[in-house]
Every structure is written in C-alpha cells, then in structure tokens.
C-alpha cells in the first residue's frame, strides 16, 4: 500500500509591480510496503516533471504574459494569467496505484484549457502499467473496445444532444491515445482530451470498463 505527501511549486510573478501571472504546482511523492526502490524511481520522476513544469512557467509563459500585456490598451485592465497542476489519486491497492493529472492553463481568451496525463505505477518495479498490461489488447478487442465507447456516446447524446461532435465515430479512432486511461475503484476509465471528441462545455469525456480480475495478480 501506498502513502501519499503533496508537494507545491507555486509562485506570484509580477510585471510593473503588478501580479500577471500565477503558477501552482501540486505533484505527489510516495511512501511504499512494497518497494522503496520504486518508490524512490517514481518520486524522481514527478520531482523532474514538476521542476520542468516550473521552469516553463518562469520561462515561457511569463514571457508570453509580458509580450501580451504589452499589447494591451494603455488603459484596459490588467489580466493575471495562470497555470495549475492538480492531480487525483484514483486508485491504491496492494501495490498499484493510479492518478490521473489535470493542468489547466488560462492565457487570455474566453476560457482556459485544460490536459490530461495519467499513470499507473507497480511499486513492485517501480514501472507503469499500460492497458495492454491489463487488457491483452488484440486488434480485434481494440475495435471492441471502440465499440463500446461508441455506444456509451449514442446513450449519452439522447440524454444530451449536441454534447459530442456530430464526427465522433471516426473522431474516436483518430484521437485514441492508450495511454489515457485509469484505474477507478472496479472500472477501468478511458479518456479523451477537451475537443479531440466533443465541445468545451463536455469537459474531458470518459468511458467506463469494468475492471478484468487478472489485475490482482499485480497486487
């Protein structure tokens, strides 16, 4: 079994002695039963994302800031932009564990976006599991699964019309990623990113699975 710390990089930058931009970092680090080895790969591995994450902020999208409020009218207001990571732990039993992590990004506009990225660790090796891992994936039980992410949305759009694009049988294929997925209780949850199947207001569209039992054979 898995314990969790969260750790935060956060800073108020300022242009003019005014704030314009805000990052808040949250990345999780582990404490195991199981291996501290692993536990120790993995911790080095959201350390290194977060401290990138950082540095980008501090970079990047601080410049990007500046050069749009130079281009602001001289007396319109002043916009602070932001960037957030949070993550969710969605799944730690015996020695997998799965989160998923969400950083949202507001540059100006009407809305900001948001982006998903998912993991699932074996604190036994410290590797991640993959949904080959859990579902011997065949191009035949590819399609199947396509199916099936299919149909949830045609039961979806009666409930909801228009709460998916009017593309998204061909849409779903071209935008499946298998590494967006994870563990949830019983259920494996398969994802999409905002727009890749359905508009803005859909938010980040998940399918569910139910969870084969051969998953305790890793715990």
């Avoid at 969710?88 to 009407?110: K, P, Q, V, W």
């Avoid at 900001?112 to 035949?140: P, V, Y």
Wanted: glycine share 4%.
């Amino acid at each position: 079994m898995q314990t969790i710390i969260n750790n935060i990089l956060q800073d108020t930058m300022y242009y003019h002695n005014m704030p314009v931009f805000i990052y808040k970092i949250n990345y999780p680090s582990f404490g195991t039963t199981c291996s501290k080895a692993a536990a120790q790969k993995i911790n080095k591995h959201y350390t290194r994302a977060a401290r990138a994450a950082e540095a980008f902020c501090r970079t990047e999208l601080y410049n990007q800031t500046v050069k749009n409020l130079r281009y602001r009218q001289p007396d319109g207001p002043v916009q602070s932009y932001t960037f957030d990571v949070v993550y969710e732990i969605t799944y730690n039993l015996g020695c997998i564990t799965s989160l998923y992590i969400d950083t949202y990004r507001f540059m100006g506009g009407a809305h900001g976006e948001t982006k998903r990225t998912s993991d699932t660790w074996d604190f036994h090796t410290g590797s991640a599991i993959t949904l080959n891992d859990i579902l011997q994936l065949s191009s035949i039980s590819l399609h199947n699964l396509h199916q099936c992410i299919a149909q949830q949305i045609r039961e979806r759009l009666t409930l909801s019309p228009g709460s998916y694009f009017d593309d998204y049988s061909s849409l779903l294929l071209d935008n499946f990623d298998l590494a967006n997925f994870y563990l949830q209780d019983n259920k494996i949850v398969i994802y999409y990113q905002q727009y890749d199947i359905a508009p803005y207001s859909t938010g980040i569209p998940e399918f569910y699975f139910p969870l084969p039992s051969p998953i305790s054979l890793l715990e």
